[in-house]
């Protein structure tokens, strides 16, 4: 049983950045793969990037390779999304989850969700 709860949403202009982090309690982020997926009102929840248990496989969905970064710290527990160039079309909510398994963008590999972070993008 892991708590997963993300936060570093907000307001940004676009061309802007956001640094997200989702930060795992009730147990080891070890030996999860960590995915952020986003949901804007009306749509379909889609993937945006994952990260394998041992860090070493990234992945990313098309619209925002190039900009965003995943990456974790084992140390402090956390999974990261740096997102930058940042567009309007990325306004959405924000989840992360955690799988025991394959690493993949497939959402119901995922086992564990927080709750939401919002990011906006407007000018």
């Known amino acids: 049983q892991v708590q997963l709860v993300e936060s570093g949403g907000g307001l940004v202009q676009p061309g802007g950045s956001l640094r997200l982090s989702c930060a795992a309690s009730g147990g080891t982020l070890n030996d999860y793969a960590t995915g952020w997926f986003r949901q804007a009102p009306g749509k379909e929840r889609e993937a945006v990037s994952c990260i394998s248990s041992g860090g070493d496989r990234r992945y990313y969905t098309d619209s925002v390779k190039g900009r965003f970064t995943i990456s974790r710290d084992y140390a402090k527990n956390t999974v990261y999304l740096e997102m930058n160039y940042l567009k309007p079309e990325d306004t959405a909510v924000y989840y992360c989850?955690?799988?025991?398994?394959?690493?993949?963008?497939?959402?119901?590999?995922?086992?564990?969700w927080g709750q939401g972070t919002q990011v906006t993008v407007s000018s």
């Open positions: 989850a955690a799988a025991l398994g394959v690493v993949g963008l497939y959402d119901g590999l995922y086992d564990y």
